[in-house]
């Protein structure tokens, strides 16, 4: 399969006069994600009414469209499931992964982490009492902290602020040499690099799908458990909707088959509509495809900035198989300077305490736009456009 880039974008609006290097943070709007989410609205909702559940296959669809991410990240058949939000799909992976190693008692993660992964285990140990405990580590260190002790190994495969990208199969051999469990977030990486879940034999992973994915603000989660586990591990959060036969209302929970008993609450239906959408440009487009552009547009942007723009400082590894499809540049003023890039335009984003983040995606980035983005930021840092006092002054989403 060859890729068609120019077809991808097209299904895609992005506002005129802008250049939108934020999909790693939230994914633009698909073309038909207003017509699908609308007919699910006006003809499913509105003529079906309760009836969709039934007839519009809404309560199917979380494990339908499971299957469709499934190919994205290399996991088999029937293997995950759609539904909450990611910090939830956190919870469950990890605590029913403490069950099955009921000896250990050390969750191990990076400094890296996504804050929101390291709260939920956290949380998690306060709750099963003094003797778990969170242990995190630099993440270079990771693989020499895997001993023992450890129960499971949760891991963002790609480190949201620099881009940086673990071994997820090297660890994941080095973790069940060592006994121990793993849960890889791939928030992003799903559709932003191939993924090889069965491949690296992976125990648990979870994602979320307004990202790379499309799906629009506050799309739902998933969760991947490999076939091995499905149907011995235990949902923390046994919801109605992950019970063997929801609609018989039994006061006693009994666990769902395979993956279905990782569901917990009602599907956001509407929600997944607008999944759908993007996931049929998805089926379009060839990963390795994706990759290898992936890689090509961040490399451009990495030599234009760094030619025009000393005072920036590469955070991101140089090498692209190292890092996801985002890049990083470090400055003082970084929030500043991102501020003064989206007032001219250039639409990426700041993570603290000096991060400016830039995301490529190859479904709609071209290289027409990484030569603007390095124009523009070039003018911004040699005028010091940023030094003004609206450019600086925190929003709350930054």
């Known amino acids: 399969m060859t890729t068609d880039f120019t077809a991808t974008r097209a299904c895609f609006h992005l506002p005129e006069g802008v250049i939108y290097l934020d999909g790693n943070s939230l994914g633009p709007l698909p073309r038909a994600a207003a017509e699908r989410v609308g007919r699910t609205v006006s003809q499913e909702w509105g ?20 299957d469709r991410i499934a190919r994205l990240i290399g996991a088999e058949a029937g293997t995950v499931v759609l539904g ?3 910090s939830i799909k956190v919870y469950q992976a ?23 992964d390291l709260y939920m285990a956290d949380g998690l140990c306060r709750t099963l009492g003094p003797d778990y405990i969170l242990k995190t580590v630099a993440p270079e260190e990771v693989e020499a902290a895997i001993d023992e002790t450890v129960a499971v190994l949760m891991l963002t495969e790609v480190d949201y602020r620099t881009g940086r990208k673990h071994d997820m199969a090297g660890l994941t051999a080095r973790a069940h040499a060592a006994g121990v469990l793993t849960v890889w977030d791939l928030a992003h990486t799903a559709g932003a690099l191939p993924v090889d879940l069965a491949g690296s034999g992976a125990d648990f992973a979870v994602g979320c799908t307004y990202k790379y994915l499309n799906a629009g603000p506050g799309g739902p989660a998933f969760i991947y458990v490999a076939p091995r586990h499905a149907d011995v591990v235990r949902p923390a959060l046994s919801g109605w909707l992950g019970h063997e036969s929801p609609f018989a209302f039994d006061l006693a929970y009994r666990p769902g088959a395979g993956i279905e008993r990782m569901r917990v609450g009602t599907p956001p239906v509407l929600q997944m509509a607008a999944l759908e959408a993007s996931l049929d440009i998805w089926d379009m487009a060839d990963m390795a495809d994706v990759r290898a552009r992936s890689i090509a547009l961040c490399d451009a942007f990495i030599a ?19 890092r996801g499809s985002q890049v990083s540049f470090r400055h003082p ?8 890039l989206i007032s001219r335009g250039v639409i990426g984003d700041f993570r603290a305490p000096d ?6 995606t190859p479904l709609y980035t071209t290289f027409d736009d990484v030569a603007g983005a390095v124009a523009i930021l070039s003018d911004i840092m040699a005028t010091k456009a940023w030094d003004r006092p609206e450019f600086m002054a925190r929003a709350r989403v930054t």
Do not use: H
């Not at 991060?355 to 490529?360: A, H, S």
């Open 355 to 360: 991060i400016l983040r830039f995301g490529f």
């Open 84 to 86: 909450d939000t990611l």
């Open 47 to 66: 003529e079906l009414i309760i009836r969709g559940w039934n007839k519009a296959g809404w309560m199917e669809q979380p494990a339908r469209l499971g």
């Open 304 to 322: 234009g900035v760094e030619a025009a723009c000393p005072d920036l400082a590469l955070a991101s590894p140089r090498d692209g198989d190292k």
């Open 333 to 340: 003023q970084g929030y500043a300077i991102m501020q003064a």
């Open 94 to 116: 990890l605590a029913s992964a403490l069950e099955l190693t009921p000896q250990r008692r050390v969750i191990l993660s990076d400094t890296g982490n996504f804050p929101s």
